[in-house]
C-alpha cells in the first residue's frame, strides 16, 4: 500500500509534466494536500491566479492529466 508521501510525490511528478505549459504563461501550481477520498487541493499561483481561462486549464489540463497518470484520483479542486 502506498503512503500519502509517495502519494503526493507521484503527483508532484505528474504536475511536472504541465508544469513548463504555466510556466511559460508565468504560472505555476502548488498541492495543498491530498484528501482521503482522493481530491486533490491545489493552489494556483502567479499569473494562473488570476487568469480567467484558469478553471478551464484546470479541468481541460491539470485534471485530465492527473487522472490519467493518477487514475484513483477523483476530482481537482483549487482553494484561495
Not at 504541465?18 to 502548488?30: F, K, S, V, W
Not at 484558469?54 to 491539470?62: I, L, P, R
Request: aromatic share 2%; proline share 4%.
Amino acid at each position: 500500500m502506498e503512503t500519502h508521501q509517495e502519494l503526493i510525490a507521484r503527483v508532484e511528478s505528474s504536475l511536472d509534466s504541465i508544469r513548463p505549459y504555466l510556466n511559460q504563461d508565468g504560472g505555476d501550481i502548488e498541492v495543498v494536500e491530498i484528501t482521503d477520498d482522493m481530491v486533490v487541493k491545489v493552489k494556483l499561483l502567479g499569473a494562473c491566479e488570476s487568469c480567467p481561462m484558469s478553471f478551464m486549464t484546470m479541468k481541460a489540463g491539470v485534471e485530465a492529466t492527473l487522472k490519467k497518470t493518477i487514475p484513483e484520483i477523483k476530482a481537482i479542486e483549487t482553494i484561495g
